[in-house]
């Protein structure tokens, strides 16, 4: 008979079912795992301390996964049985509990299996679940198998429990992601590529919080040239989110060259930043906002033709009239009768010609 050292005293796992405690059910293994996340049942774990034959039974409580020693040992025990096995070992006692003020004996049996390479998973349940028993990490990732089976879900035979292409160790130790899901902030990138390719937030879907995911800066709008790590790559005072409703350019700070820039062209002067002639009339927005040479003329960015008198700004300029008054030099003929019928836009009372 083999008697377990102080130091190899196991984990004993039973299950509350009536009076009578059994620990397995349907001939299947118990597993810490299984009792500890069953939060229908009241489980309990024991260990023995047979040592100089004292035969008490000390206990620990489990409620869902956080486990506690509560010291409330098995001390009244009657008579207790041990059958060992190899690598494992069944025992059944009697003990007396108070109920409802009386004394009652009590049946209780329990199974514990012993772990060779002390990594929190019996050498029966390893080779249930492929691992090693002799290894305690069998895949090599960092994190030793009872960790991966009973605290953190993941497959103790696969360093990438999801295929992220991060190591389970790096998603919970380094990274904190969700090592049984591939995309933890669910916005449709793998957290490795999110991590190692991209350099965004694996556990945020809009590192930059620019109002747009990180997949659609990335592969949606890839054309706009956004930057998923900044929410105003090109420094003209637009974020990304604002450059996309616009379609204008993240990293072109004048999407359509005009010399002026998307931020002047949407809130300043609300001219298409995308086209360089707003209104189609042959100058640029530029010159119709900001060149004194031409806003001189009281031109309108938005209209082809200021004033409404058939003559398109850009002939206003040709002809030296105003583009915001239909008769310039106030004769009662309009600028575009001048110069089409009569071939004279005088101007004198303007300073023109």
């Known amino acids: 008979m083999h008697i377990f050292s102080e130091s190899e005293r196991v984990l004993l796992l039973l299950r509350v079912s009536s009076e009578k405690e059994i620990i397995f059910a349907n001939n299947s293994q118990p597993s810490l795992g299984s009792f500890a996340n069953d939060s229908l049942y009241s489980v309990q774990l024991f260990y023995t ?26 001390t009244r025990v009657l008579s207790l049985d041990a059958i060992y096995f190899s690598r494992a070992f ?23 299996y012993y772990d060779t390479d002390h990594d929190g ?28 089976i009973l605290i953190t879900g993941t497959n103790a035979i696969d360093n990438d429990t999801d295929h992220d292409n991060l190591t389970d160790y790096e998603e919970i130790v380094i990274y904190r992601t969700n090592a049984t899901n591939n995309d933890t902030d669910g916005d449709n990138l793998l957290d490795g590529a999110e991590i190692k390719i991209y350099k965004t937030n694996a556990l945020n879907s809009d590192t930059d919080s620019d109002g747009l995911n990180d997949y659609d800066e990335i592969i949606t709008y890839s054309k706009y040239g956004v930057n998923a790590t900044d929410p105003d790559w090109d420094h003209d005072n637009l974020t990304d989110f604002i450059e996309i409703q616009y379609k204008t350019y993240g990293n072109n700070s004048d999407s359509d060259n005009d010399k002026l820039s998307d931020w002047q062209e949407i809130v300043e002067f609300r001219t298409n930043a995308t086209n360089p002639d707003t209104d189609g009339d042959g100058l640029s927005d530029y010159d119709e906002t900001l060149n004194p040479l ?7 960015p938005l209209k082809n033709d200021t004033d409404g008198d058939g003559l398109s700004d850009y002939e206003e300029i040709k002809y030296n ?22 071939h004279k836009p005088n101007n004198q009372r303007y300073g023109f010609g």
């Open 121 to 148: 998973l019996g050498d029966i349940e390893e080779k249930l679940l492929k691992t090693n028993p002799y290894d305690p990490d069998t895949d090599n990732d960092g994190i030793n198998d009872g960790g991966k």
């Open 321 to 342: 009239t105003m583009a915001n008054i239909s008769d310039t030099d106030g004769d009662g003929l309009t600028d575009d009768k001048e110069v089409k019928i009569y």
């Open 90 to 112: 069944f025992i059944a006692y009697l003990t007396s509990e108070m109920v409802s003020g009386k004394a009652r004996i009590i049946g209780k049996m329990c199974l514990g």
């Open 49 to 74: 301390d047979l040592l100089g034959e004292a035969q008490i039974i000390h206990r620990v409580n489990v409620t869902n996964t956080n486990i506690t020693e509560s010291c409330a040992n098995e």
């Open 294 to 300: 031409i806003t001189k003329y009281g031109i309108n």
